[in-house]
Every structure is written in structure tokens, then in C-alpha cells.
């Protein structure tokens, strides 16, 4: 093995833990949604505008955190994109022991500027540690890790945050003094703990990566090219596919447990011994049992199999994209997603549950795929690229709010009309691609 070779093995894996850490918080983030709507009597859009906070900040500071990275370069950027993380998390101690909406949507916000400086950072540096024919194999693998986040932290969250039954406004206020006092104590705990634990693991993360040596690839961005870019068409396209798959696959993953408990699920699930043994199985892990648990939590361990679907993808895409047309892997798994929504819509009960948690393993190879064709021939343009796609990450800002809207008027399985287009037009880039392949052939 090279010394190249081995440099780029090792920073792979360092880079690789931040896919993991970026994955684990983004989904962590969710479980309070339930919560927060219950605590603030939040309508399903309101409550959607929670992640309009967290990836608003894709939106605003991804082309600036290239700026950032131009200046201080990569290494520092990713210290920097930590420590900004590690604040976040904090901002949840205040934000649950006061109880004020604000502090949580800056909480979020903040959390994610860190998140935004690691993916534009550390997505382009994963593509270029090897050819570019292998861009697509390698994002996969990382993403995969990424997967893996998302797959543990719905039972954590789940175990942690939604485990215990949480108290309407009215509920509260009839409470005496001293029992309320209690309650609110109980309240912020659940949500303080998690997050100041995963604090202290990113500082800690920082800290090693200060003295973790990384090969300078790309090691200085350039300052120019945005108009050049915004001039390609299958760039911009990319970006669109960004969009939209960010965005339906955060308003599914966010509505997920809502969704369960406006079909009544709970019941049905608690009635059925398979269903119960899944789930108590899972809250083992944690020492915790379903016996006598709020549905929210019940709910909420299943949503372990969307994410950890796309965690299975995503390995299994990092073989398929290396033997088959990254573009027809794409165009397949997005044709997939539409059929289990269409199922999910069409049924009730567990077939329609299996079947929305299944969009996840198709969703798996989505971004990672996109993300690495978008940036196929950009050359030394492809840190600003990374900047511009990883703005489109925004759109999981704006369609789960406006998924939400959609809920709140027409209810869940209509709704879904919105988010089934989301994967048409991927399939449609697929097919795009696929054509201007065969073209250059």
C-alpha cells in the first residue's frame, strides 16, 4: 500500500465518524417534534417550522461556510463546524429548562451552521480521496455511517425523549405549585441530557481531529466560479434533486410517528405479539419495556427501520453503483420510493406502516448518488458546487412545513401527493443523466 493510499484510507475513516455524528443529531432533532407540538400546542405546520429552523441554515451558510474554507482551510473548518455543534447542543439546557419555542428554533439554527461547515467540507473531500469513478461507491460508504446515525437515534430519542407522557398546557396549569415545578424539572431533563452528552462527544471529536493529520486535498478553495456553475445545466438539476429528496425524506421521517398515531396504530400494534416482541427488543437495548409507555414512544422505535433501511441501502448501493449506472441505480430506488408510498396510501394499518418505513431503504442512495453526479467534470469547481448543493439541503426546510399545511387541510394520505412528485422528479433526473450518458458515448 502507498503512502497515498494509506493517508487516504485514514482520513476516509476520520471523515466517515462526522457522516455518523451528522446523521445521529439530524434524526435525534426529530423526536422532539412530537414533543415540542404537545408542550406548545403547535398546529402540523407549526410544528414542520422546526425544520425550517435546522435547515434553513444549509440555506444561508453553506455558500458562506466555502468562503470560510477558502480561508482557514479544511481542517480548521471542520474543528470550527464542531465546536459551532458543540454550542447548539448547549443552547437545548437553557432552551427546555425556560421553555421558550425561540431558544429551541435557535438552538436548532445553531446546531445546524456547525452541520452545514462539515457537509460542505467534508462531502467534495470524500468524492476526491480516489478516482472519480468511484466518487458515487465512496459517498455511499460514508453516507451508509451516515445511516447508521439515523438508524440509532430513533430509539434513543424514542427511549429518551418521547418515553414518557407529556402534559397539554391545560394539564399543566392544573397542576398544584410544587407538582408543576416538579413536571417542568422532569420535562427538561429529558431533552437536557441527551444533548449536553452529545456536547461533550463533539468537543472531544474536535479535539482529535486538531491533531489528526489529513492529506491536502483541495486544500485551498477558490474564490470564483458561481456564475460558471449556475451556467451548468446538470448541476443546477442536481441541486433541484437535492431539494427535493431532502426534503421528502425529512417530512416522512418527521411525521412518521403523527402519521402512525392518526391511523390509531398503537393499538393495533400493542394487540400483536410479533409487533410488541419487534419493539421490546429494541427498548432492551435501552433497559426500558413497553408496558407502560406513552404511544408516542411505542410509535417511535419503528421509525428505527426507515432510517435503518437507508443505513442497509446505502452499503448495498456502495457495491450496486460501483458494478451497475450510478444514474439507473438512482432512477430504480426512486421509482421504488413512489410505489411504497402509493401502497402506504392505499392500505391501512401494518401494510401501510411497512410500507412508508420501506421508502427509506430506496431513499438510500439518493443523496450520495446525486450529490457525486452533480459534481462529475467540475474539477477544481467542485468545492463551490459542494456549496451550492449543499444549499439545496434547504429543502428540508420548506416541504415539511408545507407537507404539514397539506395535513392540516387535507390529511395525512392526501398529502402525500406532495411528496410522491418530490421522487418523480428525481426519477426524472436519473432518466436526464441516463440520456446524456449515452449521448457522450
Given at each position: ?31 422532539l417534534i412530537p414533543r415540542l407540538k404537545e408542550v406548545f400546542t403547535l398546529s402540523y405546520f407549526q410544528a414542520g417550522l422546526v425544520q425550517f429552523a435546522f435547515f434553513g441554515a444549509y440555506f444561508l451558510l ?91 437515534a430513533p430509539a434513543i430519542g424514542a427511549m429518551l425523549i418521547l418515553s414518557d407522557k407529556v402534559k397539554t398546557q391545560e394539564e399543566i396549569a392544573s397542576l398544584a405549585s410544587a407538582e408543576k415545578e416538579a413536571y417542568y424539572i422532569s420535562e427538561a431533563s429529558a431533552v437536557q441530557t441527551p444533548f449536553l452528552s452529545i456536547a461533550f462527544f463533539v468537543v472531544l471529536l474536535a479535539v482529535i481531529f ?232
Amino acid at each position: 500500500m502507498t503512502t497515498t493510499n494509506k493517508s487516504y484510507k485514514t482520513a476516509f475513516v476520520f471523515l466517515t465518524s462526522l457522516f455518523f455524528l451528522w446523521g445521529f443529531i439530524t434524526v435525534l432533532v426529530d423526536s422532539l417534534i412530537p414533543r415540542l407540538k404537545e408542550v406548545f400546542t403547535l398546529s402540523y405546520f407549526q410544528a414542520g417550522l422546526v425544520q425550517f429552523a435546522f435547515f434553513g441554515a444549509y440555506f444561508l451558510l453553506s455558500i458562506p461556510a466555502g468562503n470560510i474554507l477558502a480561508r482557514i482551510g479544511y481542517k480548521r473548518g471542520i474543528v470550527l463546524g464542531l465546536i459551532t455543534m458543540a454550542l447548539g447542543c448547549l443552547l437545548f439546557y437553557p432552551a427546555a429548562s425556560y421553555r421558550i419555542f425561540g431558544v429551541f428554533m435557535l438552538a436548532y439554527f445553531v446546531l445546524a451552521g456547525g452541520m452545514t461547515i462539515l457537509q460542505v467540507a467534508a462531502n467534495p473531500y470524500v468524492a476526491v480521496l480516489g478516482s472519480e469513478d468511484g466518487a458515487s461507491s465512496r459517498l455511499n460508504l460514508s453516507q451508509a455511517f451516515n445511516s447508521l446515525g439515523t438508524t440509532i437515534a430513533p430509539a434513543i430519542g424514542a427511549m429518551l425523549i418521547l418515553s414518557d407522557k407529556v402534559k397539554t398546557q391545560e394539564e399543566i396549569a392544573s397542576l398544584a405549585s410544587a407538582e408543576k415545578e416538579a413536571y417542568y424539572i422532569s420535562e427538561a431533563s429529558a431533552v437536557q441530557t441527551p444533548f449536553l452528552s452529545i456536547a461533550f462527544f463533539v468537543v472531544l471529536l474536535a479535539v482529535i481531529f486538531v491533531f489528526v493529520k489529513l492529506p491536502k486535498v483541495m486544500e485551498k478553495v477558490p474564490n470564483e466560479g458561481y456564475k460558471t456553475l449556475l451556467s451548468k445545466k446538470s448541476l443546477v438539476m442536481g441541486v433541484i434533486a437535492i431539494f427535493v429528496y431532502v426534503g421528502a425524506e425529512v417530512a416522512i421521517g418527521s411525521y412518521l410517528v403523527n402519521y402512525f398515531m392518526d391511523m390509531n396504530l398503537a393499538p393495533l400494534i400493542s394487540s400483536n405479539e410479533t409487533m410488541m416482541s419487534i419493539a421490546n427488543t429494541i427498548a432492551t437495548l435501552f433497559n426500558k419495556s413497553f408496558t407502560d409507555s406513552d404511544p408516542k414512544s411505542l410509535l417511535g422505535v419503528f421509525v428505527v427501520f426507515y432510517w435503518g433501511g437507508a443505513m442497509i441501502g446505502r452499503f448495498i448501493g456502495a457495491y450496486l453503483t460501483k458494478i451497475l449506472s450510478p444514474v439507473r441505480v438512482l432512477g430504480l430506488f426512486a421509482s421504488l420510493a413512489i410505489l411504497m408510498i402509493i401502497i402506504s396510501v392505499a392500505t391501512t394499518g401494518l401494510a401501510s406502516m411497512w410500507a412508508i418505513l420501506a421508502v427509506g431503504l430506496f431513499n438510500s442512495i439518493m443523496f450520495p448518488t446525486i450529490f457525486s453526479l452533480s459534481l462529475e467534470g467540475l474539477e477544481d469547481l467542485k468545492p463551490q458546487a459542494s456549496g451550492v448543493l449543499c444549499t439545496a439541503i434547504f429543502g428540508g426546510a420548506v416541504i415539511p412545513p408545507l407537507y404539514g399545511m397539506l395535513v392540516d387541510s387535507l390529511g395525512f394520505k392526501l398529502a402525500f401527493v406532495l411528496i410522491m412528485m418530490c421522487y418523480i422528479y428525481i426519477y426524472y433526473y436519473g432518466r436526464t443523466k441516463t440520456k446524456s450518458q449515452l449521448e457522450e458515448v
